[in-house]
């Protein structure tokens, strides 16, 4: 069974940074792209970045310029640099990725979710 396991939440000030790891573990053959997603109270889940396995990133707009996803492919591991945070970016935010299993076969996963909350 396949884990992703994301750390580095919690409360910052307007202005502030954080950094948000996610690790994949467990039986698996590769991990295809990595990302992060965030949902607010009351709003849909909405892309944050993606990045794939040969270092290929898209943003969403509203953190174009602020964040910076980067990956350690040895490690499974995806991480999220999150600058010049704005309260509108408190949310949920969660892990997602593509694994490929010891069969071969690609599959969604997503991570239990780490909150971020950014007081003004």
């Known amino acids: 069974q396949v884990q992703l396991v994301e750390s580095g939440g919690g409360l910052v000030q307007a202005g502030g940074s954080l950094r948000l790891s996610c690790a994949a573990s467990?039986?698996?053959?590769?991990?295809?792209?990595m990302g992060w997603y965030r949902q607010a109270p009351g709003k849909q889940r909405e892309l944050v970045a993606t990045?794939?396995?040969?270092?290929?990133?898209n943003y969403g707009d509203s953190v174009k310029g602020r964040f910076t996803i980067s990956r350690d492919n040895a490690k499974n591991t995806v991480y999220l640099e999150m600058n010049s945070l704005k309260p509108e970016d408190t949310a949920v935010y969660y892990c997602?990725?593509?694994?490929?299993?010891?069969?071969?076969?690609?599959?969604?996963?997503w991570g239990q979710g780490t909150q971020v909350t950014v007081s003004s």
């Open positions: 997602n990725a593509e694994i490929v299993s010891l069969l071969k076969r690609p599959s969604g996963s």
């Open positions: 467990g039986m698996l053959f590769s991990v295809n792209s």
């Open positions: 990045i794939t396995s040969d270092g290929s990133t």
